[in-house]
């Protein structure tokens, strides 16, 4: 048996784990699923990558193996900021939840109308685990047919992204609509004043987990290039004219840049495609799995991905724009040697940007190499 064999879990939560190729837990999920299955709440602090989504998933599944649980209800919410992250959830709950008999559904914006009919019908039926971005879920709540009555988890993941997105308000209108009864789980990547008030109104003397927060994988090794605007597009040619990188994102800091740049590579014959909010949620899901299955080399992105989708094996970031934020910088990064593999994050900087590399190289504590110019 592996590592998992020091959690109670039933059988059917243990096929999963070794389905999944899980042998040895992360320290999150050491400290969080005692926890979790003691029925504390959880307030954790930890980046992407961690392992936390499990942390909170295998307790949960492994509550919902007891016979005892009514599978035409609702026991669980799990709220997230974006439908990337959901569907990541929604994949890993396909996997570990194979050997069970378990109905749950993704509730997000975007698609058609017999999307949101699924999602009804899903939500009517009492589909046990549910899925959410808080606006999605809200338009369902307002129409009255859904009933929380018999909800025993609210999980908030990525909370902080949520409250970054303005989304505060819509959060605590779903809590108050909730059994006060329950037991709650936040996950946060940081843990700013605010987070901690959210954490305060919502939780009930929950078990606090710090897992090493703000800290790029060991694996990743960082450079930076000093660039003029002008000459960022030619360095990006120069870095894939030896076609040796299987998988690389660049990060830019707004939609209209992504698309700039995803242009202007689509003229250099390279094979890339862009993901960002104008495009619909079939159409995004279509790029991040044809990225995923190694059918585009490179994807040129917003933040929208720079938090919770594991990608395995890329060996390239790239912040073509340095991001304002030392955290966003993190979690950028940290979408490269995960895993304890290795993998490289290189960052353009023009003048205009060098106060913001400042910042991060402050928030690390140290500096990040400076590439020498071949030119």
């Known amino acids: ?61 492994n509550r919902l193996c007891d016979k005892n649980v009514d599978g035409s209800k609702i026991h669980a919410v799990i709220i997230v900021p974006t439908r990337e992250l959901a569907l990541q959830i929604d994949q890993q709950l396909e996997g570990f ?19 949101w009919e699924q999602q009804k019908t899903a939500l009517v039926m009492g589909a046990e685990i549910v899925i959410a971005t808080p606006g999605r879920l809200l338009s369902h709540l307002a129409l009255g047919y859904v009933d929380f009555s018999h909800l025993e988890y609210l999980i908030l993941d990525e909370a902080d992204r949520m409250l970054d997105m303005g989304f505060h308000e819509d959060i605590m209108t ?54 003029e605007e002008q000459e960022k597009l030619n360095k990006i040619v120069e870095l894939f004219s030896k076609d040796d990188v299987s998988g690389a994102i660049i990060f830019a800091s707004s939609k209209i840049r992504v ?33 995923k299955n190694r059918k585009l080399q490179i994807l040129v992105a917003t933040d929208i991905i720079s938090r919770g989708i594991d990608v395995e094996g890329l060996d390239l970031i790239i912040n073509y724009d340095v991001p304002r934020d030392p955290e966003d910088y993190i979690h950028r990064i940290g979408r490269t040697a995960r895993a304890e593999k290795s993998g490289v994050a290189l960052t353009f900087v023009n003048r205009k940007d060098a ?3 400042k910042k991060i190289e402050r ?8 590439i020498p110019s071949t030119s």
């Open 355 to 357: 106060p913001n590399l």
């Open 259 to 291: 698309k700039e740049i995803n242009t202007a590579l689509k003229k250099l014959k390279l094979n890339v495609a862009a993901i960002h909010s104008d495009l619909d949620q079939k159409e995004r899901e279509t790029v991040m799995r044809d990225f």
């Open 363 to 370: 928030f690390l504590g140290n500096p990040i190499f400076k």
């Open 97 to 115: 939840g194979y050997f069970m008999d378990l109905s749950f559904i993704s509730v997000y914006g975007g698609g058609d109308s017999s999307t």
């Open 174 to 227: 779903i809590v108050k609509l909730l059994p006060k009864k329950r037991q709650t789980l936040l996950f946060s990547a940081t843990m700013p004043p605010r987070m901690r008030t959210l954490a305060k109104t919502i939780l009930n003397q929950p078990i606090q987990i710090d897992i090493a927060a703000s800290k790029p994988a060991e694996g990743a090794i960082q450079g930076v290039y000093m660039l």
């Open 1 to 61: 048996m592996s590592e998992f064999g020091q959690f109670n879990f039933r059988d059917e939560v243990f096929q999963g784990i070794d389905a999944m190729g899980y042998d040895k837990p992360t320290p999150i999920q050491i400290q969080a699923i005692p926890a979790i299955m003691e029925g504390k709440d959880v307030l954790g602090c930890a980046q992407t990558g961690t392992g936390k989504t499990a942390a909170f998933l295998l307790p949960i599944l």
